[in-house]
């Protein structure tokens, strides 16, 4: 068993989708970013590739690298899940937590676990996405962003 931890945060732009664990999320404002700015799943390749010893995804996939331009971080979650096959392991439990003010994510976080859990090859019960405000405090409070937290359990195949 091997423990890794992610997490990423990024601004919000007006007219941006909000594009959360591949789900698009109706919304006036979503993540700025060089990729589709999909948050919680920065930050769940970070603790995969973590618990994997294999770096992070700005090492992986710079967003200096034109290749990587609006490009959907499901699929590139895809490709981590690939390189660590490669190295002997598959994903145990999953656990996200998506910091935001708005938009309000409780409809959206059936489809969002379901969808990770397609794409990781494990069992929608291996997976957990949960969303919590900070109260109005600091920059999620005030809706200049969102951030997420992941924490995942690799075991061997
Ligand atoms: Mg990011």
């Not at 698009?24 to 799943?41: E, R, W, Y």
């Not at 859990?117 to 405090?137: F, I, R, Y």
């Given at each position: ?64 690298d034109e290749q990587y331009k609006g490009i959907s971080s499901i699929l590139l979650l ?80």
């Amino acid at each position: 068993m091997r423990i890794g931890h992610g997490y990423d945060v990024h601004r919000y732009k007006e007219g941006r989708p909000c594009i959360l664990c591949g789900v698009t999320v109706p919304s006036p404002f979503g993540p700025d970013g060089h990729s589709d700015a999909d948050v919680p799943v920065h930050a769940l390749m970070d603790a995969i590739l973590g618990a994997a010893a294999l770096g992070d995804i700005g090492k992986l996939f710079p967003d200096t690298d034109e290749q990587y331009k609006g490009i959907s971080s499901i699929l590139l979650l895809s490709r981590v899940m690939e390189r660590i096959r490669e190295k002997g392991y598959t994903v145990s439990n999953a656990d996200i937590t998506i910091i935001a003010q708005k938009p309000k994510l409780a409809p959206y976080i059936p489809e969002m676990k379901a969808l990770l859990a397609e794409k990781m090859g494990v069992s929608p019960d291996d997976v957990n996405v949960k969303a919590t405000t900070e109260e109005g405090l600091g920059f999620t409070g005030a809706c200049l962003g969102m951030a997420a937290h992941a924490v995942v359990l690799l075991k061997s195949i």
